[in-house]
């Protein structure tokens, strides 16, 4: 068992803590806001270097965890933040009033980088900023719309300056289990995988 996976099995029982996994996973938080007082008291230092709410939860003590929840005023907060993801869920859309009959079932928007968050960093500048409103607004339309683009090993790489004042990059490494992200799978549980032949070997990709 991974260290991921025995985090969550060892939180599994704590009531609640599926919901919270529910909410941590929607990336709406990213530009709804709000849900920042759910993250925060659960590793205030790591919410404030990463605002990975993924994360948070993922590394965040058990007692820690249990001693949240039994707050009433902290479990009525994950309880409002449910209903309204359920709420936005379920309501009619701009899309779904203004074309009610659309044979339109699916936009597949392409791009090499998306900003949604930087709990996702798969983004450097002008492109992610685009795509990722472009992808924001769609879903507050209710447009069908699915970004496709790539989740990167390493992704874009940070600048700081070492002790002499010189510019120095790192490519921090993406580790998909603490990234607010989920595999696809089909209906038996496996994850997908797509096999692409090309000229003297094949290239399998998973989504």
């Known amino acids: 068992m991974t260290d991921h996976a025995h985090s969550i099995w060892l939180k599994a029982d704590v009531e609640g803590f599926d919901t919270l996994v529910d909410l ?8 709804s806001h ?5 993250w925060e008291p659960l590793d205030p230092e790591l919410w404030e270097l ?7 939860l993922l590394t965040s003590s058990l007692s820690r965890l249990k001693s949240l929840m039994a ?12 209903r309204i993801k359920q709420t936005q869920m379920q309501a ?4 779904q009033r203004q074309h009610p009959h659309s044979l339109l079932t699916t936009v597949a928007y392409f791009s090499m ?13 002008g492109l992610g900023n685009v795509a990722g409103d472009q992808l924001k607004a769609a879903s507050d ?33 993406n580790d998909p289990g603490l990234l607010p992200v989920e595999p696809v799978r089909n209906k038996v549980g496996e994850w997908v995988r797509l096999k692409f032949v090309l000229p ?8």
């Open 200 to 207: 003297g070997y094949s290239v399998w990709i998973r989504a």
């Open 71 to 82: 707050e009433p005023n902290y479990r009525a907060k994950v309880e409002e933040a449910a």
């Open 92 to 95: 009619t859309a701009w899309f």
């Open 113 to 125: 980088e998306f900003m949604l968050s930087e709990a996702l960093p798969i983004y450097s500048g």
């Open 24 to 31: 941590a996973l929607n990336l709406r938080w990213s530009w």
């Open 50 to 56: 990463t605002h990975n709410p993924w994360l948070v």
């Open 34 to 38: 709000g849900e920042e007082e759910l």
């Open 141 to 173: 339309l209710g447009v069908p719309f699915v970004g496709v683009g790539l989740l990167y090993q390493q992704g874009y790489f940070r600048q700081v300056l070492d002790a002499d004042g010189a510019q120095r990059a790192l490519y921090p490494y």
